[in-house]
């Protein structure tokens, strides 16, 4: 596939005015980010001080690695820290600064960004404001949101407004982790990472199918990022406990057949585990991620969809462009 046709639909972004807006406010509520002149940003990262490297909010530095890594388009996503640490209206101000970041990237470049806006979910009457206003905007095409929001599900009642309005609209939403389960279990050897983002996503979309959030949103699509984390891999358990535990009969259909309303992006870090996804789902569930541009993320992810074998030409297209075109309407 050319270069400029493939598209990446996980890849962080940071604009400068939503760095400054927690540098300058953020403090109060518990959040630190600091910007001196001439360096780089500094941000809480899951409770740590990390720097932030030039390329999450430099066009330039950033179009440079896409080109070296023959991706066409990235769809921009915030991470860590999001915006729920933050009340009211300045939840709502700082969606507002990341989304209107993700607008102005696409009008400077509308062949390489589109963005995945933000929303305040925390406070659901001022998430659908947001999303109302973020709609219209240009380059937007699609909802990022975290695994939970808080300490609560996502199967939470209060958030079924804010679907049925995203649905609405026929954005799809795609998920990250913020917060991990357990997280002092998982400090040393980095395992937040390795072990923690995987588990959240699976028990992220647990609680989308056993909350019956799929059933109610029939038309909503989501994306699991890290190749839906341990879900598919626990499938056959979680299906076989529907089964047998009365905690699960409210849900009429087994989980397993839940799987295809998901998308999965490709961020395994193993060809067999994506083997192993792509015969579970099929390739028309697996979109290009890379999780750009931490140091987990893949540097070369055309690359590793390129060089997996038992891939036909079509399924390739489909994996590195076709169903992200479909998911963000592009």
Same mark, same amino acid.
């Given at each position: 596939m050319?270069n400029?046709?493939?598209?990446d /639909?996980?890849?962080h972004?940071?604009?400068?005015?939503?760095?400054? +807006?927690?540098?300058?406010? =953020?403090?109060?509520f518990g959040?630190?980010?600091?910007?001196?002149d *001439?360096?780089l940003p500094v941000i809480?990262i =899951?409770g740590?001080?990390? %720097?932030?490297?030039?390329?999450?909010?430099?066009?330039?530095?950033?179009l440079?690695?896409m080109?070296?890594?023959?991706v066409?388009i990235?769809a921009?996503s915030?991470?860590?820290p +999001?915006v729920?640490?933050?009340p009211g209206?300045l939840g709502?101000?700082?969606?507002?600064?990341?989304?209107d970041?993700?607008?102005e990237a696409?009008?400077?470049? %509308?062949?390489r960004f589109?963005?995945?806006?933000?929303?305040?979910?925390?406070? %659901?009457?001022? &998430? #659908?404001?947001e999303?109302e206003?973020? &709609?219209?905007?240009?380059?937007?095409?699609g /909802? @990022? +949101?975290?695994?939970?929001?808080g300490?609560?599900?996502?199967?939470?009642?209060?958030?079924?407004?804010?679907y049925?309005?995203i649905?609405?609209?026929?954005?799809?939403i795609?998920?990250?982790? /913020?917060?991990?389960?357990? $997280?002092a279990?998982?400090?040393?050897f980095?395992?937040t990472? !390795?072990i923690g983002?995987?588990?959240?996503?699976? #028990?992220?979309?647990?609680?989308?199918i056993f909350?019956?959030?799929?059933?109610? !949103? $029939?038309?909503?699509?989501?994306?699991?990022p890290?190749?839906?984390?341990s879900? $598919? @891999?626990?499938? *056959?358990?979680?299906t076989?406990?529907?089964?047998?535990?009365?905690?699960c009969?409210?849900?009429k259909? %087994?989980?397993?057949?839940?799987?295809?309303?998901f998308?999965?992006?490709?961020i395994?870090?193993?060809?067999?585990?994506?083997?192993?996804?792509?015969?579970?789902?099929?390739?028309d569930?697996v979109?290009l991620?890379?999780?750009?541009?931490?140091?987990?993320?893949?540097?070369?992810?055309v690359e !590793?969809?390129m060089?997996h074998s038992?891939l036909s030409?079509?399924?390739?297209n489909l994996?590195?462009?076709?169903?992200?075109r479909?998911?963000?309407?592009i």
């Amino acid at each position: 596939m050319e270069n400029h046709k493939t598209i990446d /639909i996980h890849a962080h972004f940071f604009p400068e005015a939503y760095l400054r +807006m927690v540098a300058e406010k =953020g403090e109060n509520f518990g959040m630190r980010c600091s910007w001196d002149d *001439g360096a780089l940003p500094v941000i809480d990262i =899951g409770g740590k001080m990390a %720097p932030i490297e030039i390329r999450y909010f430099d066009f330039q530095e950033r179009l440079a690695s896409m080109d070296r890594q023959g991706v066409g388009i990235h769809a921009l996503s915030l991470t860590q820290p +999001m915006v729920y640490w933050a009340p009211g209206d300045l939840g709502k101000a700082l969606s507002e600064a990341y989304n209107d970041g993700c607008a102005e990237a696409h009008l400077a470049h %509308p062949d390489r960004f589109v963005g995945l806006a933000t929303l305040p979910m925390h406070e %659901p009457e001022l &998430a #659908i404001k947001e999303l109302e206003r973020v &709609a219209g905007e240009p380059g937007i095409r699609g /909802i @990022y +949101m975290g695994t939970r929001i808080g300490e609560l599900e996502l199967s939470e009642e209060r958030f079924f407004p804010v679907y049925e309005a995203i649905q609405d609209k026929g954005f799809a939403i795609f998920l990250h982790p /913020i917060k991990v389960v357990d $997280p002092a279990r998982l400090k040393k050897f980095y395992l937040t990472n !390795f072990i923690g983002n995987p588990t959240e996503s699976a #028990i992220a979309a647990s609680h989308l199918i056993f909350g019956e959030v799929l059933d109610r !949103f $029939p038309n909503l699509d989501f994306c699991l990022p890290h190749a839906g984390g341990s879900l $598919p @891999y626990l499938i *056959g358990r979680i299906t076989h406990g529907w089964g047998v535990r009365p905690e699960c009969r409210h849900l009429k259909n %087994p989980p397993d057949s839940y799987l295809r309303r998901f998308y999965y992006d490709t961020i395994t870090h193993s060809h067999p585990a994506l083997d192993y996804l792509i015969k579970l789902v099929g390739a028309d569930r697996v979109v290009l991620g890379s999780d750009f541009c931490f140091d987990m993320s893949y540097q070369q992810p055309v690359e !590793f969809v390129m060089n997996h074998s038992g891939l036909s030409e079509a399924d390739r297209n489909l994996i590195l462009a076709g169903n992200a075109r479909k998911l963000l309407r592009i």
